[in-house]
């Protein structure tokens, strides 16, 4: 394996640099560092670390637009999406620099004495994130295990390590301690299994592709680590014939090519009540056709390329004997383009089970209300969905019957950094974000002080 690796402009496919390839001794070296800048790291007062993440969160607001550019050029990310991305990470810092003075332990009555209990930090945590939101998914991590007390190791994807590189400097220039947040580039079978197998990780998190995913957990099992999985979806938008349909339509391109469709949360399978279903397609058309794809730098583009050719690859191979209803456009020329797709699907179809991680959208039909969380439920997954329908009772119903992590009535809203996130099945292990993030980097402990006096 080569000491470096070419990040390439996924809308014109030019290379834009290259980026060192860090060896199992150069992540252990890493490691090292962060033991040490976590030790006086958790030995700060509260309000210290509280300070030093809000100084964090100023500097990387000062940057949003540095960010966001550099998002641009590496994830051909629109640039209002970058945007909004670079300052959602200075917003989860600012979040979780409220933590450190709120992770209160319990008192808990006992006879002879006074116990109480301490959320202390596990150590150095070892965070590993995907290509598809590259700041925004590492700050899920960083910031609340920052917060907790823990140093952290933080290895980007390969396909996309710039912004990450760009914050591990930033939080320098903010002041927080050296070793403290280390950015470690480089693959995932070195880098990142060198987080799972190290012994002075105390915690990995994982976000990725649920079969990667699976081994990191084996890996952590067998160092008795505790990991937190952010894996595969395959979610369902469910629209119900009582539902504002035109509503409905409208919203739908968003909920699935967002990104390009390279979105765990991606609504990729739409589930209409057979009664509203050709009326459905009919307002969905219009929809997918006026959905602006094109270059990511143009403040109107709602949708750039995928990430590589390899995965265009993969998405193309899913449309083979596809029954395909109708197609948005995308450029033509250098850079990973592929039209938004609408396929019409039958319930053992690839694409009405498997995720295709790209723009590409099953319509299903349904008969009843029951139907609708029997089909939403077929599949692996568990992460996103939406339900849209005008009757109360049943929003209650089919929300508490899809068994997925994070749902939305009458929306396609995910993730808001203040509420958990996460997902059921093969879709993940634990939550992130929410009031309890910080917490979920520390371990409990107990201590019983005797208060008798004989
Ligand atoms: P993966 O191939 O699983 O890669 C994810 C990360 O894991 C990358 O940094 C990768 O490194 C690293 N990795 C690869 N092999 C590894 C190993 N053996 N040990 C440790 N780390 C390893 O996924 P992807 O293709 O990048 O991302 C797409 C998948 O992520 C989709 O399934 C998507 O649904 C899922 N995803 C889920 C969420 C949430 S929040 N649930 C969010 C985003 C994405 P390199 O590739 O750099 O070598």
């Known amino acids: 394996m080569s000491a470096v690796f070419t990040v390439i402009n996924p809308a014109t496919a030019l290379p834009i640099r290259e980026i060192p390839r860090a060896s199992v001794d150069d992540t252990d070296a890493a490691i090292s560092r962060a033991v040490v800048a976590q030790r006086s790291w958790a030995a700060l007062p509260p309000v210290a670390r509280a300070d030093a993440l809000r100084s964090f969160a100023r500097v990387v607001e000062a940057h949003v637009e540095e960010l966001a550019q550099l998002e641009v050029l590496n994830s051909g990310h629109p640039i209002g999406s970058a945007r909004w991305e670079a300052s959602h990470v200075a917003q989860v810092l600012n979040f979780y620099a409220g933590a450190p003075e709120r992770l209160s332990g319990q008192q808990i009555p006992v006879a002879g004495g006074l116990d109480v209990t301490f959320h202390e930090p596990y150590g150095v945590v070892g965070i590993i994130v995907p290509w598809n939101f590259p700041m925004t998914i590492a ?164 949708m750039g390329p995928l990430i590589s050719a390899s995965h265009r690859s993969s998405v193309e191979g899913f449309l083979d004997g596809a029954n395909v209803a109708f197609r948005g456009s995308a450029p033509s020329g250098d850079g990973f383009w592929f039209a938004p797709t609408v396929v019409l699907a039958d319930r053992g179809d690839r694409l009405a089970r498997e995720e295709v991680f790209g723009p590409v959208v099953a319509v299903l039909p349904f008969d009843d209300e029951a ?70 980097f520390t371990e409990t402990k107990n201590v019983f002080f005797a208060t008798d006096a004989s």
């Open 139 to 302: 700050s899920w991590g960083f910031a609340p295990a920052l917060a907790a007390g823990n140093a952290v190791v933080l290895k980007p994807a390969e396909l996309t390590p710039l912004t990450a590189l760009r914050l591990g400097e930033l939080a320098l220039h903010a002041g927080l301690p050296e070793g403290l947040f280390e950015v470690v580039t480089g693959s995932g079978s070195v880098v990142g299994q060198r987080f799972v197998s190290h012994p002075d990780v105390r915690k990995v998190v994982f976000t990725g592709s649920t079969s990667v995913g699976t081994d990191v957990a084996a890996g952590c099992a067998r160092e008795l680590k505790p990991v937190t999985l952010e894996l595969g979806g395959k979610s369902a938008n469910i629209v119900f014939a009582d539902a504002d349909l035109e509503k409905a339509a409208a919203s739908a391109p968003g909920a699935v090519f967002d990104n390009a469709g390279q979105d765990c949360c991606a609504r990729s399978r739409i589930l209409v009540e057979r009664s509203a279903y050709d009326r459905f397609l009919e307002l969905l058309e219009p929809a997918v056709q006026s959905w602006r794809v094109g270059d990511p730098a143009d403040e109107g583009t709602e």
């Open 371 to 440: 139907d609708a969380i029997q089909l939403a439920n077929d599949t692996i997954y568990g992460l996103a969905g939406s339900i849209w329908t005008e009757n109360l009772g049943r929003a209650v119903r089919v929300s508490r019957g899809v068994k997925s992590g994070v749902l939305s009535v009458n929306s396609h809203s995910s993730v808001r950094y203040w509420t958990p996130f996460g997902g059921m099945k093969a879709s993940g292990l634990g939550r992130e974000l929410g009031p309890d993030a910080a917490e979920h």
